[in-house]
């Protein structure tokens, strides 16, 4: 076993903060900031582009030092070690976690069975980078002699949620080719993907690790029967590239091995965009754009590592992050980031987040009495204030938030900005703040309302506030500061994992649905009659 493994609940600080949370859990934000005095100061970080203000939380400094008192109990510092240099702390599926090599930016020398893994990493680099440089200059040509435009990335989960996410977030750094998205086993989409597509000037990319993925291996069976349709079999080569561990499976494809760009098992899917899972990423943005996306990415890692545990942003956003959902039993967190161009981070977020540390089975496999993985959801300001912030001013539930967003805009519209960057202060001081019902009645008076009626009105106004928001304010959207974004939450996945002492890097909780419908697609296709409970027999022979 190399990860430490502390049941936390036996930890002495756990201890500390169950005592801490009884005294704590009746002082409201506001009445925080009023006792602690310089407590912006010491619940903020500046960082590079960054800045943090965590001091909206219902955290007092003591909070902090207790729950820093349960990182180190949990040896936070020795499980960080043991990720950085490649140990096998994917225990269940036997690797190491090395996402962080892909973008490392001290070239010391990582060792996986005797052999420094860099320059394999560098390797893969440069060739995706020179086959992106060749298609984005026009010099790769289709069947017909023109140069690619469209670019169709075929996979799911990671092969899909990343490269999907970052090339929304990166349009304004996108050069010349479109990129189209096909996920969904769903033959619609498919359908709505490939309309209009001119197959001479389109590039198909299947990214899938294991090359095994039904989703995707049936997508790209249609995509190529429709594109051998108006297409020379010969042709396949020039249209068709392919990311995986699974070289052999790619060229059984058809897959020209000249345009297979493998990958390693020590990254994981969901956090492979950085990889040669990202191409799609590349060829938006061009090769230097993806460089940045990596050294963004790389400078959080050095953070990470480097800054102590009080000014760590991963880390502090990982314990307040325990702290609801273990002290105060918050059952989700909201990702709220105030940019159009992040409006899908929390879908993203979901799989890196909720795949990693929705798990109940601790490391020395037994069945946690704790709480692990909140729901992670959320949506874009200022359109989610139009939607569901009224549960999250008013409705019962504690729900933590991150209010992510950039002080300059990409575009010069001041005056749109201004309003954009005013709700989103705004809204996390009204959290924060509520509004009373004093408040209320004088307002009500002031408006001329009568007496009867601000008696009826008044208790729907209040706002009972205390609503906890971290703040992530950085200078603007570029791909070094996404990446820098991503690996921050990276990190905050992996020190929660080990804090709850579960595996963050495996997904055993997908496997079953998998196995269940590989059953079920072979009764409704008739080769089988398996003995399925009466409500699954009802359904099957509905649709058959
Ligand atoms: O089913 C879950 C999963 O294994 C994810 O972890 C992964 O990102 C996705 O499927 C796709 O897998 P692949 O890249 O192997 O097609």
Not at 96 to 108: E, F, G, P, Q, S
Not at 172 to 201: C, M, W
């Amino acid at each position: 076993m190399t990860l430490p493994s502390h049941n936390p609940r036996s930890l002495g600080a756990w201890r500390k903060l169950d005592k801490h949370f009884q005294q704590l859990k009746n002082t409201t934000i506001s009445q925080l900031f009023e006792l602690e005095e310089s407590r912006l100061e010491r619940f903020s970080v500046n960082w590079e582009d960054f800045y943090l203000d965590f001091s909206k939380n219902r955290c007092s400094q003591k909070t902090i030092e207790l729950l820093i008192e349960l990182a180190n109990e949990s040896e936070l510092g020795k499980a960080m070690d043991d990720y950085f240099s490649g140990k096998s702390i994917n225990v269940t599926e036997n690797r190491a976690v090395l996402h962080t090599a892909l973008r490392k930016i001290n070239k010391d020398p990582i060792y996986i069975e005797g052999k420094n893994i860099l320059t394999r990493v560098e390797s893969r680099k440069e060739k995706m980078f020179n086959l992106s440089e060749k298609i984005l200059n026009g010099k790769w040509r289709g069947y017909t002699g023109k140069p690619v435009e469209t670019i169709v990335n075929i996979g799911i989960g990671g092969s899909d949620l990343g490269p999907a996410f970052v090339y929304e977030a990166l349009e304004f750094y996108r050069q010349r080719l479109k990129i189209r998205f096909l996920s969904n086993v769903d033959g619609d989409h498919s359908q709505e993907v490939l309309k209009d597509l001119d197959p001479a000037t389109t590039l198909f990319v299947v990214v899938s690790k294991t090359f095994t993925t039904q989703e995707t291996l049936t997508n790209a069976v249609t995509v190529r029967d429709w594109f051998r349709k108006s297409a020379p079999r010969s042709a396949v080569a020039k249209h068709f590239i392919a990311v995986s561990t699974n070289v052999a499976a790619c060229q059984a494809f058809g897959i020209h091995p000249q345009n297979i760009l493998p990958m390693d098992d020590w990254v994981g899917g969901r956090f492979s965009l950085w990889s040669t899972v990202g191409i799609s990423i590349c060829l938006a943005i061009g090769p230097e754009n993806f460089d940045l996306l990596l050294k963004g990415a790389g400078l959080m890692d050095e953070h990470f590592k480097e800054a102590s545990f009080d000014k760590n942003i991963p880390v502090l956003l990982a314990l307040i992050s325990i702290w609801y959902n273990s002290f105060w039993h918050a059952e989700s967190e909201a990702i709220i980031p105030y940019s159009q161009y992040l409006r899908n981070l929390p879908t993203y977020l979901q799989q890196s987040f909720m795949e990693s540390n929705g798990k109940a089975i601790d490391r020395n496999g037994n069945q946690v009495d704790y709480q692990t993985g909140p729901i992670i959801w959320g949506g874009s300001g200022t359109n989610s204030q139009h939607a569901f912030f009224q549960l999250i001013h008013q409705g019962t539930k504690l729900i933590p938030a991150d209010f992510i967003s950039f002080k300059h805009s990409l575009h010069s519209m001041k005056d749109h900005h201004q309003k954009l960057l005013a709700n989103f202060i705004a809204q996390t001081q009204a959290l924060m703040q509520g509004k009373s019902l004093e408040v209320v009645k004088r307002e009500l008076e002031v408006s001329g309302y009568e007496r009867h009626w601000i008696e009826r009105l008044s208790p729907y106004k209040v706002f009972e506030g205390n609503r906890p928001t971290n703040t992530i304010l950085i200078e603007r959207l570029t791909p070094k500061t996404l990446g820098s974004l991503i690996a921050m939450y990276e990190h905050k996945i992996f020190v929660k994992g080990i804090l709850w002492n579960i595996f963050s890097f495996d997904q055993w909780g997908v496997e079953l649905g998998k196995q269940l419908a590989s059953k079920v697609l072979s009764d409704i296709q008739g080769h089988t009659s398996e003995n399925h409970d009466s409500s699954t027999r009802e359904l099957i022979r509905r649709i058959k």
